[in-house]
């Protein structure tokens, strides 16, 4: 079992940024995070593995960027130039079997998520 708690959600003005944390009690193949607004279906924002290769949903490439530090067994998604769409509850997930998963069900584990709220 792999515990996974997020942090560094909040409330952000559009155009602004935020950098999400997700640290993990143990290492899986990959890691991912998701996004989910009120009466939609939890999204697929970016995932990475361990190594470094990574691949981030078109909807966010060149405004998000996954990374990790392996030292901390820890996840980032810094977000930048962030739009009122990208509100919502981020999730950050765990995924036991090799290669980057875009789908919520190819995940194993996940965080409690972490809200994001941006405003205009």
């Known amino acids: 079992q792999v515990q996974l708690v997020e942090s560094g959600g909040g409330l952000v003005q559009a155009g602004g940024s935020l950098r999400l944390s997700c640290a993990a009690s143990g290492r899986t193949s990959s890691m991912g995070w998701f996004r989910q607004a009120p009466g939609r279906e939890r999204e697929f924002v970016a995932a990475i593995k361990w190594s470094g290769a990574s691949t981030v949903a078109d909807s966010v490439k060149g405004r998000f960027t996954i990374s990790v530090d392996n030292a901390k067994n820890t996840v980032y998604l810094q977000m930048n130039s962030l739009k009122l769409e990208d509100t919502g509850v981020y999730y950050c997930?765990?995924?036991?079997?090799?290669?980057?998963?875009?789908?919520?069900?190819?995940?194993?584990?996940w965080g409690q998520g972490t809200q994001v709220t941006v405003s205009s």
């Open positions: 997930s765990s995924r036991r079997q090799m290669g980057l998963g875009t789908i919520a069900s190819q995940y194993d584990y």
